[in-house]
């Protein structure tokens, strides 16, 4: 019986990407496809693609003259490529789709950005720039960091040790500092995986969500239905007090949550709007990746360094499968389990496998048909199956080839191809240790134990359990 729910605390190499995914990417690529659109087949039963949201909520016409007064405001502000871009946000029924938690719509947010103050350093043409961009390709989000200009990089040291009280006339202190800042492998992968899957599946929400995080009260309210985390009021509410996110209650159905990005990602994303390089985040990644990092880590990320604290994971980056689940939970209002798929051992090698490939195939299967995309976890393993490297991916299609192989399309945030990559699912399926699914597709294959009590459960026995190395 495999596990489900937020509850793996132990297995937090997952998501730290210890090692850069470049030593992924390359892996087999007799096994992987790279397409800018997925490949078609001409058996349409076995094909399941994804798109941004319903057919049903496309409209692809300006109605009202107020809605023509926000696209000329907005158009007048983008250069020519933004402009070209919006255009097709509206042709694909992307700019006016208001799948968003106040229902508003992408224009009115693109809007707002538009005329409104951005946080200082931000300006607004840049942010409006950068969403329009993720929005007409999510493929293009990143979650590469980006060099330290030398004109920073002072500033930057000083205020990093500042934060953490240490010596800035010692010159250890200062280089190690140094060292910290200088992220060159980043442990966002479930941030930008859950960004991707924002602007992808929901994209009004996303552009609210940019909204608010790049005003100046750097914020954004969602309105959550409780029973999407637990099925229990009061455990729901434990959730998110441990989770430490700010919320007030109307009820006992409802809860208003506030999401905001680290104090330090305003440094890291007005840097971006002078210095990103190609394939470097925007700043809107920094904005986005920073908040969702702080929902997982127990509001306790810091974008200087890419370094989090917390209570529940005994490693300082990435997030663990528990609050993967939880962020994920809370930003789409749905009620997500993470589903462990490996069996590993104490000293973190692979053993075995909870449950048959088949299986897995059909759950993983099942969400896609339900218009789901689905966030995995996968390892490499060395020859002795120790776990050398973990990562997040997205899942967000599925196709056969001519030989009747089973190809799922994915989005890797980690490999530099804004596009979608495709991997054979006799590739993929042995190195998947878990995948956030939506509860429907695994309530008849196992018997379910709440998120909360497992969550409970793991962070009690981790307390107990000494403390192992944190490096990254």
């Given at each position: 019986m495999y596990s489900v729910g937020l509850n793996s605390f132990q297995h937090n190499y997952i998501t730290t990407d210890n090692i850069k995914s470049a030593d992924v990417k390359n892996i087999e690529q007799n096994n992987k496809v790279q397409s800018n659109q997925p490949a078609s087949n001409p058996v349409s039963n076995k094909i399941s693609y994804n798109p941004a949201f319903r057919a049903s909520a496309v409209r692809t016409r300006l109605s009202s003259s107020e809605e023509k007064n926000k696209y000329n405001t907005i158009s007048e502000k983008l250069d020519k490529n933004s402009r070209k871009q919006m255009k097709d946000l509206l042709k694909t029924g992307i700019l006016l789709n208001a799948n968003s938690n106040d229902n508003s719509t992408v224009l009115d947010n693109l809007y707002k950005i538009a005329i409104n103050d951005r946080a200082a350093g931000l300006p607004n043409d840049v942010i409006l720039k950068d969403t329009i961009e993720i929005l007409n390709n999510p493929y293009s989000i990143t979650q590469q960091f980006g060099d330290i200009p030398k004109s920073l990089n002072s500033a930057f040291v000083d205020k990093y040790m500042d934060d953490n009280k240490m010596?800035?006339?010692?010159?250890?202190?200062?280089?190690?500092?140094?060292?910290?800042?200088?992220?060159?492998?980043?442990?966002?992968?479930?941030?930008?995986?859950?960004?991707?899957?924002?602007?992808?599946?929901?994209?009004?929400?996303?552009?609210?969500?940019?909204?608010?995080?790049?005003s100046p009260k750097m914020s954004v309210t969602k309105t959550i239905q409780l029973k999407n985390l637990t099925d229990n009021t009061l455990d729901s509410i434990w959730l998110l007090n441990a989770f430490e996110v700010p919320f007030k209650m109307d009820n006992f159905n409802n809860a208003h949550l506030t999401f905001a990005p680290d104090k330090n990602a305003i440094l890291r994303a007005r840097m971006q709007v002078t210095n990103r390089d190609a394939n470097e985040r925007s700043s809107v990644d920094v904005l986005m990746?920073?908040?969702?990092?702080?929902?997982?880590?127990?509001?306790?990320?810091?974008?200087?360094?890419?370094?989090?604290?917390?209570?529940?994971?005994?490693?300082?980056?990435?997030?663990?499968?528990?609050?993967?689940?939880?962020?994920?939970?809370?930003?789409?209002?749905?009620?997500?389990?993470?589903?462990?798929?490996?069996?590993?051992?104490?000293?973190?090698?692979?053993?075995?496998?909870?449950t048959d490939f088949e299986?897995?195939?059909?759950?993983?299967?099942?969400?896609?048909n339900m218009g789901e995309n689905v966030i995995i976890g996968y390892t490499e393993v060395d020859n002795n199956n120790e776990?050398?490297?973990?990562?997040?991916?997205?899942?967000?299609?599925?196709?056969?080839?001519?030989?009747?192989?089973?190809?799922?399309?994915?989005?890797?945030?980690?490999?530099?191809?804004?596009?979608?990559?495709?991997?054979?699912?006799e590739y993929l399926l042995p190195k998947i240790h878990h995948a956030g699914l939506p509860q429907s597709v695994v309530k008849e294959d196992i018997k379910f134990v709440e998120n909360w009590v497992e969550g409970l459960k793991s962070y009690n026995e981790m307390k107990k359990s000494p403390p192992k190395n944190n490096a990254a």
């Amino acid at each position: 019986m495999y596990s489900v729910g937020l509850n793996s605390f132990q297995h937090n190499y997952i998501t730290t990407d210890n090692i850069k995914s470049a030593d992924v990417k390359n892996i087999e690529q007799n096994n992987k496809v790279q397409s800018n659109q997925p490949a078609s087949n001409p058996v349409s039963n076995k094909i399941s693609y994804n798109p941004a949201f319903r057919a049903s909520a496309v409209r692809t016409r300006l109605s009202s003259s107020e809605e023509k007064n926000k696209y000329n405001t907005i158009s007048e502000k983008l250069d020519k490529n933004s402009r070209k871009q919006m255009k097709d946000l509206l042709k694909t029924g992307i700019l006016l789709n208001a799948n968003s938690n106040d229902n508003s719509t992408v224009l009115d947010n693109l809007y707002k950005i538009a005329i409104n103050d951005r946080a200082a350093g931000l300006p607004n043409d840049v942010i409006l720039k950068d969403t329009i961009e993720i929005l007409n390709n999510p493929y293009s989000i990143t979650q590469q960091f980006g060099d330290i200009p030398k004109s920073l990089n002072s500033a930057f040291v000083d205020k990093y040790m500042d934060d953490n009280k240490m010596n800035k006339d010692k010159l250890i202190p200062r280089k190690l500092a140094e060292l910290d800042i200088n992220v060159e492998h980043s442990g966002t992968c479930v941030a930008s995986s859950i960004e991707f899957n924002l602007a992808k599946k929901m994209p009004a929400e996303f552009a609210r969500f940019v909204e608010g995080i790049s005003s100046p009260k750097m914020s954004v309210t969602k309105t959550i239905q409780l029973k999407n985390l637990t099925d229990n009021t009061l455990d729901s509410i434990w959730l998110l007090n441990a989770f430490e996110v700010p919320f007030k209650m109307d009820n006992f159905n409802n809860a208003h949550l506030t999401f905001a990005p680290d104090k330090n990602a305003i440094l890291r994303a007005r840097m971006q709007v002078t210095n990103r390089d190609a394939n470097e985040r925007s700043s809107v990644d920094v904005l986005m990746q920073s908040t969702l990092m702080q929902i997982g880590s127990q509001q306790t990320y810091d974008s200087l360094s890419d370094i989090r604290k917390g209570k529940f994971n005994m490693k300082d980056k990435g997030l663990i499968e528990f609050e993967k689940t939880f962020t994920e939970s809370v930003v789409e209002d749905k009620n997500k389990v993470s589903v462990t798929y490996q069996t590993v051992d104490d000293n973190e090698r692979l053993v075995g496998y909870e449950t048959d490939f088949e299986t897995m195939k059909r759950q993983i299967s099942d969400a896609l048909n339900m218009g789901e995309n689905v966030i995995i976890g996968y390892t490499e393993v060395d020859n002795n199956n120790e776990i050398i490297n973990g990562h997040e991916i997205t899942i967000i299609g599925q196709r056969y080839d001519k030989d009747g192989r089973l190809i799922f399309i994915c989005n890797d945030t980690d490999d530099d191809i804004p596009h979608a990559i495709e991997y054979t699912a006799e590739y993929l399926l042995p190195k998947i240790h878990h995948a956030g699914l939506p509860q429907s597709v695994v309530k008849e294959d196992i018997k379910f134990v709440e998120n909360w009590v497992e969550g409970l459960k793991s962070y009690n026995e981790m307390k107990k359990s000494p403390p192992k190395n944190n490096a990254a």
